[in-house]
Structure formats: C-alpha cells, structure tokens
C-alpha cells in the first residue's frame, strides 16, 4: 500500500517525506543523496484541536499537510509511479 512517508537522513537530520510503497524502508536523501531512513510518522495533528491552545495553527496545518499529500500523489501519478 502507498502512502506518505517521513525519511531522516543521517547527515544533519535532513527530513522529508516521500509518496511510497509500504515495503520501501529507505531512499536517498534529497538533498544529499545519503540513505535516509524510515520513520514513523505522525498519524495526524499534535495538537488536539479540542483542548489545544492553538486549535485554528492545528487547523491550518492539517490543511497544508492534506494539500502536501495530494500534491505528493500527484507528482507520483504524473510520473508513472503510482
Ligand atoms: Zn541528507
């Protein structure tokens, strides 16, 4: 199954997702080309949109990150990844 990805790269903690299979534990990293591990992702906010202080910055980056998701999808279907 595909979904989105965080990667750490050992060099200076790069960070990055990536649009890939579920079987897929490492890649090189974008911005070095190091072999930038899988980490487990956050499945949603941190911030509980209920108690939380900053329930609309919970807001907004939840949108920003369902945007980055479909952009993500997008590229990968464009290049005929997916
Ligand atoms: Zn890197």
């Known amino acids: 199954m595909r979904r989105i990805y965080d990667f750490k790269c050992p060099k200076d903690g790069h960070l990055f997702e990536k649009f890939v299979d579920s079987d897929v534990h490492s890649l090189p990293c974008k911005l070095c080309n190091k072999v930038a591990t899988r980490i487990v992702s956050f499945a949603g906010p ?17 949108l920003n990150r369902q945007e980055k998701i479909k952009a993500e999808r997008k590229a990968a279907d464009s290049h005929g990844l997916a």
Do not use: E, K
């Open 46 to 62: 941190v911030l509980d949109p209920i108690s939380g202080d900053f329930p609309s910055a919970t807001r907004r980056w939840s």
